[in-house]
Nanobody
Framework: QVQLAESGGGVVQAGGSLRLSCAHS????????LGWFRQVPGRERDFVAT???????YYLDSVKGRFTISRDNAKNTLYLQMNNLKPEDTAIYYC?????????????????WGQGTRVTVSS
């Protein structure tokens, strides 16, 4: 089993920044791909960014150049640095873990999920 816990969400004005963290515990995460997804109530969960065990990254086009995904394997923590935030980035953000070398953009590929952290960007 793998447990994931997000933190760092909040309310920010457009153009501002937030850094989300995801602490993971349980089974060792060798050869595990980690990802960030987001969901607006009433809509499907959308891919945001992913990073595999060796640090290869892949992003949703609309966040490229604004968001940066990273992982600290020694601290068992995944990060999402979000800069120049826009109102359309408002959502609940989830971290997820998938066994395999990745990268994976489909939520169906992920085995474990956190509870989510809310991000609200005001205009």
């Amino acid at each position: 089993q793998v447990q994931l816990a997000e933190s760092g969400g909040g309310v920010v004005q457009a153009g501002g920044s937030l850094r989300l963290s995801c602490a993971h515990s349980g089974r060792a995460l060798n050869n595990v791909t980690l990802g960030w997804f987001r969901q607006v109530p009433g809509r499907e969960r959308d891919f945001v960014a992913t990073i595999n065990w060796i640090g290869y990254t892949y992003y949703l086009d609309s966040v490229k150049g604004r968001f940066t995904i990273s992982r600290d394997n020694a601290k068992n923590t995944l990060y999402l640095q979000m800069n120049n935030l826009k109102p359309e980035d408002t959502a609940i953000y989830y971290c997820a873990a998938a066994y395999g070398s990745g990268p994976y953009a489909s939520p169906d590929r992920y085995d474990y999920w956190g509870q989510g952290t809310r991000v609200t960007v005001s205009s």
